[in-house]
């Protein structure tokens, strides 16, 4: 018996866009970037001048959903998190098109395993204010032996600020007092991978 996943990978792009959203909503959208359709780059305003791009868009977003939902369920499965990439994906998904920015703790066990994943602080196009006690305080309610953070850059652009280091340095330091990890901090923007202060050395 054939495989059913190979099948589905051999088609081209705008016949899987009509097994989705319909062949008419795919021919008015052919030729459009797909990270554009499902939002994974800074949001751009979205026009749907039929009520069958509206249905069409509203489809692609419940996919997206349902995908982000999917991955979160996955890094709670028990499986330790050994490796940025398999945060990156979530964290794309889940914060690459927001039009403001959020700062995110992801926080682990002993053995790397995800006990929650929280939205801490909101903040406008630019910034966000962050505040340490409010951060160790989530710690230690969960119990947590280590934590990722995250947050998004709405300009799309994902080099880290001076105040994005010293911050980390700040949090690292104030959870290092109570015996917690800080293993890695992401910057979410646009459609580029999400930036990792491990790997540049920053933490």
Known sequence: MSD?????????????????????????????????????????????????????????????????????????????????????????????????EVFVAVLLDAQNRVIADCELFRGTLTQTSVYPREVVKLVLEHNAAAVLFAHNHPSGVPEPSQADIRLTETLKQALALVDVRVLDHFIVAGNASPLSFAERGLI
């Open 4 to 100: 059913p996943t190979l099948s589905i990978r051999s088609l081209p792009t705008s016949t899987l866009l009509g097994l989705v959203i319909g062949d008419v909503a795919a021919e008015a959208f052919a030729g459009r970037p797909l990270v554009e359709l499902f939002h994974l780059q800074a949001r751009r305003p979205a026009v749907c001048e039929t009520e069958a791009a509206y249905r069409a868009v509203r489809i692609l977003d419940a996919a997206r959903e349902l995908m982000t939902r999917a991955l979160s369920e996955s890094v709670r499965l028990g499986e330790p998190l050994d490796s940025p990439e398999k945060v990156r994906d979530l964290l794309r998904l889940r914060y690459a098109d927001l039009g403001h």
